[in-house]
């Protein structure tokens, strides 16, 4: 008895592997290299609600940086970008640090810390809007509590409106940020805590100087996931502050959305889209040089 | 000295815990308020504060919600759209999940020439911003004449979906002996029946990480249900954004209003609660060297 | 039994050449075994054969089937991996039956072929236990089941034995060797063991940098190594080297005068410079002056249990002696040393080839 093989021919398997990724090599050449250069082509257009392919150079980016609306929106991704990030990290390091300190029912406290990250920013928001709701959330139950004057009226304010993105994103992102570097902790030699007794080396300092620094890449790929999560923020603002009052919290996605589809200015959205490509482009590249850097200093 | 040093630790944990418990409420908080108040019925919801006790607690505001609140000019409910939500979530995510693994399969274990190139190719899909590619994509759905369907929104969340998902399961692959191919191709074993018969039953961890990673970004995304979808296939986000912004009546029902996020939020929430350390590498797993 | 012919194989992962043109002509039924060390492209080689691995030239024929381009499976081989390489999530006896399964057997057919082959290797009281529940020993036997299995007329083996302990290794060594007895079919066998190759080898290929250095029998590998790199890689202790000068049929080392007239030069000599080697099994070590030695300086002595090596100094050039243990121990500073002109080997010192 010797085994028979099929007659039929059939594809060698790695040509077959190779057939498998086509489908995906299309898709993500179209659907993601095919967008990005049409959007570039399309900034260099007088297209409004359909493509008109008529050059017209570098026209719509010069009205985009004299747009006001788009020189809120793109300082707001630095403002809004700046406290999320920094408040999520600071927060997030506290808490796995503290977390790290055996303390009891650390499970569960990390269940609550961690648990918004599974909403979407669309309940986020709706959630975060109720709560500061002037007339029956917290201002009102601060009122209530004897100090009749208490206003936090945040969110109708064109100045502060911008901190309710802040304090919402921050619950919503800063577990997760406590989930990455707590896991950071725990990676580290557990050999350098009895070294630092041995040495008599106060925790405080050995989390400053010694632990923290060792944390970096970690904290890289926290950067670089918190910045992407700034770069892409649409339905927070949507549906906490619609963007206003009047501008005042718009940022570039809700920008770029509103002008290809309600604005139906598609020149302006694609430049805008374009130099918000660049600026993720240099975020990343920020991130890879730092994170070399941090190989290099080690 | 013994004393004092133990009375220095004992103040030290008080102040831990009084910092830990302090957080857990700020994180506890909203969550607890948009409970109390779907268990309210509408006018308590608008004039009692937000953090009264509900006094007469029960579940009609749930039902005024899933059967009858008003979204536009369409009073059913949100029913029909968490249904949207479900078949969108589950063609998506089965979709992406499958070409993911084949893909990933494809990178990682058969020496393919260009795979450092595809792999950088797909790096940068998973780190644009999705939202440039709507505009281009809703052109080219409106010239194939199938915008606002099915095939449509599900299309989108595959192609936003895959990148990140691919690299996670090469990732994973990679990890396995390379041996393992050699000895099946020695066996006779072709492309697929070396995935279904011996990779696949290998996965099923890394089908749990994904899987949640897919899961919660298709069931949470607003922003592609908005635009995609159409009337016919708005996902539950969308319908319960614009449920708080308009009201058929003019006086909003805020207990109707957060029941309704209640019940979005519902699902990804159990499948955090239920899939514990799952959860965690699934929503790091987007994060881990990216 | 297949006979196996390679020609001027060629495999370059990028500028780099991993198999230099090599060529290979095995009988049917022969063991064979590569031997070399490791990065050296035994594996390369090997996968090949077995059509894991693409090649840039060269052709592989199995008896008259031009098999270069041919699938694995469609080779009719049998193959065990260093790592055992078993799938994971099968049973041992679905893990043999796996290529009768996907190639569309019976149930009946594949229950006969797992019964044949588990009594032949001793496994059928493990065939319902999955690999983690097995030992590293019994693994092995799984995975050689798992090529026996298939009927093949030529079994590849890769590092077989290079992940179990010392004392299985030499049980799975006979084991194999018995197997290839009873099946009478052609193996392939890679190692970087002189001990495996020895033992098992019909006949051995020594490779080194991508090129078989030698192909003979394990006696003439060991005997009359073809390259300086044979004679230093096969043989442990190692053979000494050392520097010389040939004249006409003598041969000097510094002062000492050496006599060549029994050696069998493989072309006609050229006088000059040669790299002189010897084994030092072939060293005889004597405490006083006999007819044909040379004077040496005793450096060191390393008693290995049944033999002792000393480590020697004969003007100014290092080599090594093996003697019965009971003679170390008298000697003087000063010993006399002759030479077994049997054992002597001696190469072009430019080129490493024998002379
Ligand atoms: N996929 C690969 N890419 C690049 N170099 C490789 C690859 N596989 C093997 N090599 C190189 O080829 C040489 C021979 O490898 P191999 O045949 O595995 O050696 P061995 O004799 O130890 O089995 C090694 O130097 C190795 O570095
Ligand atoms: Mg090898």
């Known amino acids: ?298 | 000295m013994s004393t004092t040093r133990n009375s220095g630790v004992i103040i030290g944990r008080i102040g831990l815990y009084a910092f830990l418990i302090t957080a857990a409420a700020f994180f506890m908080i909203p969550l607890v308020i948009v409970f109390l108040t779907s268990l309210k019925d509408g006018v308590e919801a608008r004039t009692g504060s937000i953090f009264d006790l509900p006094q007469s607690p029960d579940l009609d505001s749930y039902v005024i919600a899933w059967t009858s609140a008003c979204i536009g000019r369409d009073c059913n409910g949100i029913s029909g759209r968490f249904w949207n939500s479900i078949t969108l979530t589950v063609l998506a995510s089965g979709l992406s999940l499958l070409f993911a693994s084949l893909n990933g399969f494809a990178l990682a274990m058969w020496n393919l020439r260009r795979a450092n190139l595809i792999l950088a190719m797909l790096l940068i899909g998973a780190f644009v911003p999705y939202q440039v590619m709507i505009y281009p994509l809703v052109r080219m759905f409106a010239i194939g004449g199938f915008h606002q369907t099915l095939a449509a929104i599900v299309t989108v969340h595959v192609l936003f979906g895959l990148p990140i998902l691919t690299l996670i399961f090469r990732n994973f692959y990679v990890g396995l002996p390379p041996e393992l191919i050699k000895a099946a191709r020695v066996d006779g074993a072709g492309f697929f029946q070396t995935w279904r018969l011996i990779i696949l039953p290998l996965s099923l961890n890394i089908f749990i990480v994904a899987g949640i990673l897919s899961v919660t970004g298709v069931w949470n995304d607003y922003l592609l249900g908005l635009i995609f979808a159409g009337a016919n296939w708005q996902p539950m986000t969308v319908s319960v954004a614009s449920l708080a912004a308009t009201n058929a009546t003019g006086v909003p029902d805020h207990a109707v209003n957060m029941s309704a996020t209640l019940l979005t939020a519902l699902p990804p929430l159990l499948l955090y609660l239920f899939s514990g350390k799952y959860f965690v590498r699934g929503v790091t797993a987007g994060a881990v060297k990216g | ?355």
């Open chain 1, 1 to 298: 008895m010797t085994i028979s093989h099929r007659t039929r021919p059939r594809l060698r398997p790695r040509t077959v592997a190779q057939l498998v990724l086509l489908p995906t090599i299309l898709l993500t050449v179209i659907g993601y290299h095919g967008s990005i250069l049409w959007t570039i082509v399309l900034s260099f257009t007088p297209s409004r609600m359909l493509p008109v392919y008529r050059w017209t150079g570098f026209d719509m980016y010069e009205r985009l940086l004299n747009t006001e609306r788009w020189q809120v929106a793109y300082q707001n991704l630095f403002i809004f970008g700046g406290l999320y990030i920094g408040f999520c990290l600071l927060f997030g390091l506290v808490l796995a640090i503290l977390l790290d300190q055996g303390v009891k029912g650390r499970s569960i406290l990390q269940t609550i810390f961690l648990y918004p990250i599974a909403l979407s920013f669309v309940v986020t928001g709706l959630a975060w809007k109720w709560l500061l709701n002037p007339t029956t959330g917290l201002q009102d139950f601060v009122r209530s509590l004897g100090w009749e004057n208490f206003t936090l009226d945040l969110l109708s304010s064109p100045d502060r409106a911008i901190y309710t993105l802040v304090i919402a994103g921050v619950w919503h992102s800063a577990g997760l940020t406590m989930v990455i570097l707590f896991a950071g902790l725990q990676s580290i030699d557990h050999e350098i805590w009895r070294a630092s007794r041995v040495d008599g080396i106060p925790r405080w300092r050995m989390y400053l100087h010694v632990v923290i620094p060792m944390l970096w890449p970690v904290v890289v790929t926290c950067l670089v996931l918190l910045s992407m999560n700034v770069v892409r923020s649409y339905e927070l603002i949507v549906v906490l502050t619609g963007g206003g009052p009047g501008f005042s919290t718009d940022v570039p996605a809700k920008f770029i959305i509103d002008h290809y589809f309600a604005r139906q200015s598609v020149c302006l959205a694609s430049a805008a889209e374009t130099l918000r490509l660049l600026t993720v482009a240099a975020i990343l590249a920020i991130s890879a040089l730092s994170r070399r850097g941090g190989e290099a200093a080690t």
């Open chain 3, 1 to 355: 039994m297949t006979r196996v012919r390679i020609e001027n194989l060629v495999r370059s992962y990028g500028t780099v050449q991993v198999l230099k043109d090599v060529s290979l002509d095995i009988t049917p039924g022969e063991f064979l075994v590569l031997l070399g060390p490791s990065g050296c492209g035994k594996s390369t080689l090997l996968s090949a054969i077995a059509g894991l691995d693409e090649v840039q030239s060269g052709r592989i024929h199995f008896d008259d089937r031009d098999v270069t381009a041919l699938e694995p499976n469609e080779r009719e081989i049998g193959m065990v991996f260093q790592s055992y390489a078993l799938y994971p999530t099968m049973t041992a006896r679905a893990n043999m039956a796996f290529a009768l399964r996907v190639s569309g057997a019976t149930k009946a057919q594949m229950e006969e072929r797992v019964t044949w082959a588990a009594n032949l290797l001793q496994i059928t009281h493990l065939l319902d236990r999955k690999p983690g529940q097995l030992s590293g020993g019994q693994r092995q036997r799984v995975a050689i089941g798992r090529a026996l299995v298939r009927q093949a007329r030529l079994f590849l083996f890769d590092e077989p034995l290079s992940n179990l302990d010392a004392k299985l290794r030499n049980e799975m060594r006979a084991e194999i060797k018995s197997l290839h007895e009873r099946l009478g079919a052609t193996f392939i066998f890679v190692t970087h063991d002189q001990i495996e190759a020895m033992t098992l080898a019909t006949r051995v290929a020594v490779m080194s940098g991508g090129i078989i250095q030698q192909i003979g029998t394990p006696e003439d590998i060991y005997r009359r190594p073809a390259t300086r790199f044979v004679a230093d890689f096969v043989g442990s202790p190692a053979m000494s080297f050392l520097d010389a000068t040939l004249a006409d049929q003598t041969l000097d080392i510094g002062p000492a005068r050496i006599d060549l007239s029994a050696y069998a030069f493989a072309k006609p000599p050229a006088p000059g410079p040669v790299t002189f080697g010897i084994r030092p099994e072939r060293v005889s070590v004597h405490p006083e002056v006999t007819l044909g030695t040379h004077p040496a300086r005793l450096t060191a002595r390393e008693p290995m249990g049944a033999d002792t090596l000393l480590w020697l100094d004969l003007h100014g050039q290092r080599l090594s002696a093996r003697v019965p243990p009971e003679i170390g121990p008298a000697l003087q500073d000063t010993v006399h040393i002759g030479f077994d002109p049997a054992g002597i080997s001696l190469f072009d010192p430019k080129s490493g080839l024998r002379l």
